[in-house]
């Protein structure tokens, strides 16, 4: 590939970002100053307030790629508990994981509920 399309290819990507960034702040411009006014009687915003509030809110509720606030911490913890899993896994039997298994499945809310509310014999009667 030569130098040309790399650089087309940057180009394009480069504007297709800027033109998604600018209809977002279009469309919460829009969205803010059509509700916000008659529900709130909060004052109109302007696109580059728009696109203030978009970023805001996308870093404080975690929209951009990475997962938001934690996403490192989360993903290390989840990789030691599948490790430490693992390791105990390698140290059972057949007959002990099989056993652990079944456990786990009977476990949480829907085992709980399946354990306290068995299923009747035969369905119930229909009505015609």
């Known amino acids: 590939m030569d130098r040309k399309f790399w650089l087309l290819r940057g180009l ?8 998604f960034v600018a ?4 469309v919460v411009m829009s969205l803010w100053n059509w509700l916000m006014p008659y529900l709130f009687h909060l004052p109109t915003v302007s696109f ?3 696109l203030g509030l978009f970023i805001l809110s996308k870093l404080l509720l975690g ?5 938001g606030p ?4 989360k993903a290390k913890a989840q990789q030691h508990w599948r490790q430490k899993m693992a390791s105990r ?7 002990q994981r099989e056993k652990f298994r ?7 809310p829907w085992g709980r509920m399946a354990e306290a509310q068995p299923r009747p014999a035969t369905a119930p009667p229909t009505v015609e």
Request: with cysteine; net charge positive; aromatic share 10%.
């Open 12 to 19: 394009r990507i480069i504007l297709a970002v800027a033109f």
């Open 23 to 26: 209809l977002a702040g279009f």
């Open 48 to 50: 580059a307030q728009a």
């Open 63 to 67: 929209g951009f790629r990475g997962g």
């Open 70 to 73: 934690g996403a490192a911490w």
């Open 89 to 95: 896994m390698e140290g059972m039997s057949e007959e």
């Open 102 to 108: 079944q456990r786990m499945r009977n476990c949480g």
